[in-house]
């Protein structure tokens, strides 16, 4: 994990709040169908986090559980996608949307995953690791 004393974030309407202490060295921009319905996007890219603290908000977070036993969290006062957890994992391994920080946040994007779902008007950007499932 790389680290700084502290990178804060929020949702769009500023009632969900955190600070994290550092991120996983790892972060893709992933192209499944649920992650692109989850952010309205062409893509959702998340990052698994350390040191995780809910400023505010905690309260105001619900959860969806989809079909495959995936876990999405987001806000239940503007909708913002706040983050994901695989099926099965401790509520504190959630994978946070890197779009929520406020700060510019030292993480780099090294692949795309689950680009055999991509939108048909998505371009896949060449320069990054490609995987048509789950990184290997």
Known sequence: ???????????????????????????????CSMCRKFHGAAFGTLVGVDGLIWLSGKGLLKEFTASNGSIRTFCMECGSGIGFRVKGAAFEEIELAIALFDDEIPVVIDAQIFTKYKANWCELQSELSDFPEARV
């Not at 500023?14 to 972060?27: L, N, P, T």
Request: with cysteine; charged share 20%; proline share 0%.
């Open 1 to 31: 994990m790389q680290v700084r004393k502290e990178y804060k974030g929020s949702c769009l309407c500023g009632a969900v709040s955190f600070s994290v202490g550092g991120f996983s060295e790892r972060a893709a921009n992933c192209h």
